[in-house]
């Protein structure tokens, strides 16, 4: 990576601004997965060792034009709390009076965590008023935030305008990972892609097509593709608007491409569905694609077995309902056996792992599907371009 970190910079007895993704669910005003706060821990603690004190900004959920009491960072302080063991002050707002007065009075070794950055709606906007208000708050700017480092947005992008910007520890193991795997990666280098749709990824597709070895489809997006080889899929989630796209990018593949062979299907989007597993060839009027079949695993498993790099984005199939979560639990299960380096690129893919019991028979498991997607296609994430160079 050729950008500067935390061990590139003193932060003894300086206030260092940290933008964090602790965008993590909260149920009844509590914690409900803190994956990603655990994430954050080795750049803190390092902050906190080389005796800086920290002011941590985070965005939650998508509160809609102002403060919304549904999104308040308030529940986060007790458990950040416990995995730091050391107190964490809150501050109810990210800039203005309240938050200077809370970060100008910290000492070395203290924690503030400041309230929602969108609840200000200028935020996503990169409102560089904003960002000038959040840069009064540090002597330094680190990011840390993988997971929103592909949205320019005033905690992320701009805020860097005004204070000297270096990378954290998880910003630093994430494009590390994911460099490494698309600029020289251990081959065979196959991947993996799932999800709904082929429009969100066709991009991802096209750049990996010139990279890997071999690239396997599964999840909604497979149907469109299954559509353009001339199978019909009954009532299935297709994109006819990709059809043809889809068919172009078959022929320029060849055989890179592996799709399923077999599917289950049910008759309703539905948990309760009923469901039956059959030949692409053979789906029925009513019925619709909800998961790969026992075939699919096998073809898929047969493609991994000599990989020695493997990124993978997206499920299989609806693996939110049990019935329709076996192919990708099955793909999850292929990956830990593997001798390979295994990189899950975040979102619905890492919740998949996690549930399957797996996430610790992994390589990698980035905390950002979107900013993932967007550094498998090979753009430029604007958290990371604003960040000093090397």
Known sequence: MDKKTIRDIEVSGKRV????????????????????????????TYLLDHGAALVLMSHLGRPKGGPDPKYTMQPLVGHLSELLGRPVQ??????????EAAAFALKPGAVLLL??????????????????????????FVNDAFGSAHRAHSST?????????????LMEKELAFLGKALDK???????????????????????????????LIGGGMANTFLKAQGFDLADSLVEEGSVEMARGLIARAGSKLLLPVDVVIGDKFDPAAASQTMPVANIPAGWRVLDIGPASVALFKNALLPAKTVVWNGPMGVFEFPRFAVGTFAIAEVLAGLSAITIIGGGDSAAAVEQAGLADKMTHISTGGGASLEFLEGKQLPGVEA????
């Open 90 to 99: 809150f501050a109810d707002d990210c800039v203005g009076p309240t938050a």
């Open 157 to 169: 992008e701009g805020v860097a305008r005004f204070l000297p910007a270096v990378a954290g520890f």
């Open 185 to 215: 990666p251990q081959r065979p280098f196959v991947a993996i892609l799932g999800g709904a749709k082929i429009s969100d990824k066709i991009g991802v597709i096209e750049a990996l097509l010139t990279k890997v070895d071999a690239l």
């Open 17 to 44: 601004l940290v933008r964090v993704d602790f965008n993590v669910p909260i149920k009844d005003g509590a914690v409900n997965d803190d994956t990603r706060m655990r994430a954050a821990l080795p750049t803190l």
């Open 115 to 140: 309230e929602n950055t969108r609840f200000h709606p200028t935020e996503e906007k990169n409102d560089l008023e904003l960002a000038r208000q959040m840069a009064r708050l540090g002597d330094i």
């Open 387 to 390: 960040l000093l160079d090397l």
